[in-house]
């Protein structure tokens, strides 16, 4: 392990996946063993036991599934839904889209509460629309990746009473008090915050959670997504016994694992991960607004930690700043919003780029984008 480094590559700073320490890409490299091996039973059950600490829940029901991001919204679809069911979505952005198509394509019935862009759905706005209907579920997006925009989980937590919170991006980049926050479903994904390859669908589940699911009355709609068949193994395993339903990507449980000890046991807590995640957020905003650019999420309330969106100058495209910084070993992206993806780019500062300091990822970053903002403009004036 000592001699293990990673292959020369460019800096990946986009909103996932990211970079991954050493230890996480040397324990996906560890042979394949059985998924019901004396061997792999613990791997599993310590990322089931972590995933609930770097959450704060003290009793959530795990479920790590290879799939994507995505295929947690297919879970909550398939398993807390029943045709013709009402489901509030607060949308801040392409994400919200995504969401609310998922759950209409399972038959749900979705209002929508659509933030302006750049904007989170704000208090006034939630309780209106919660005093309009009854809902079965509200769900948001924590972080929507498209914009930057960051929701308050809190306030929306304390003001409804079942709520999912769609958190691919802002696990482990934003702080998130499951319990304490009465938040119901929080759905995430290996590949950003969590720091591992990209590949799991990770889903935590509250007790009132998995009380709607056992009381609903028609069938789940789905079979690899149903919780029905996952429960079982998600609790075997955790309680040191093998069973099996679908084969485990058991490389990329052990990555998983191996991030999930750095994020709970290194040297760094979890609070001043968040802290640090903050501090490399103020530096990036800092470093662009320097440069005269201006940011997409509309104030800081509203701005996520773990990444930026960031407005390009006049009379500048996507083509001009994206591949310019990857010609200088750092990989960013353009804007993933529908109405406007052509007007800013985004930049990831998540996982050890922000918490390993002596890495001087952020360093790098500032100084590649100050150079080719600075080239750029300089061509448009001469
Ligand atoms: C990335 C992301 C998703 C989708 O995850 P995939 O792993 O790409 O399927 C969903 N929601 C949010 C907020 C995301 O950032």
Known sequence: MSTFKQEPHKLLVIPGP???????????????????????????????????????????QIFIIAGSGTLGWDQIAANLVEAGDSVLVLNSGYFGDSFTECLRAYGAHVDEVRADFGHAVTQAQLEKALSAKKYKLVAFTHVDTSTAVLSDAKMIGET????????????????????AWNLDVVMTASQKGLGAPPGLSILAASRKAIAVFEKRT???AGFYASWKKWIPIMNAYEAGKPMYFA???????????????????????LEERFALHREAAERVKAAATKLGLKMVPAS??????????????????????????????????????????DKYFRIGHMGTTVVNKQRGDIDKVIAVLTDVVNEVKHKQNA
């Open 18 to 60: 990211i970079e991954v320490t050493d230890e996480v890409l040397y324990a996906n490299a560890y042979p394949p063993v059985a998924h019901t091996s004396a061997e792999f039973i613990p791997v599993f059950g310590d990322s089931i036991r972590l995933t609930r600490e770097v959450l704060y829940s003290k009793d959530a």
């Open 160 to 179: 409804v009473k079942r709520v999912i919170s769609d958190a691919v991006c802002a696990a482990a980049s934003e702080e998130i008090r499951m319990d």
């Open 218 to 220: 028609s069938p789940v």
């Open 247 to 269: 084969t485990p990507p058991v490389n990329l449980v052990r990555a998983y694992r191996q991030s999930l000890l750095e994020i709970t046991g290194g040297p760094v807590s």
């Open 300 to 341: 800081p309330s509203v701005a996520a930690n773990g990444m930026s969106a960031i407005y390009l100058p006049d009379g500048v495209g996507v083509a001009d700043i994206v591949p310019r910084m990857a010609a200088r070993g750092v990989v960013v992206t353009g804007g993933l919003h529908k109405d406007t993806k």
